[in-house]
């Protein structure tokens, strides 16, 4: 194996390394991600429910009070 081969060896080697950081910090941002968006669909669900029983109820007939001219 001559110098050059060593040289372009290690430089593989070197990038092989920091592209298995890279997919280490890419994994670990992916997963956060993941776990943000699962909360957000549980609370997206959880919303369209409370506002389904709020269309369910009807309106509040003293939420809105007639004005004085009528």
Not at 33 to 48: F, N, T, V
């Amino acid at each position: 194996m001559t110098v050059d081969d060593s040289a372009r060896i290690a430089d593989l080697e070197a990038r092989l390394t920091f592209q298995e950081d890279t997919l280490k910090i890419l994994d670990a941002a992916v997963y956060g991600q993941q776990r943000r968006i699962d909360a957000l669909e549980q609370l997206c669900a959880r919303l369209a429910a409370r506002l389904r029983d709020a269309v369910e109820m009807g309106p509040d007939p003293g939420a809105d009070p007639r004005p004085p001219h009528y």
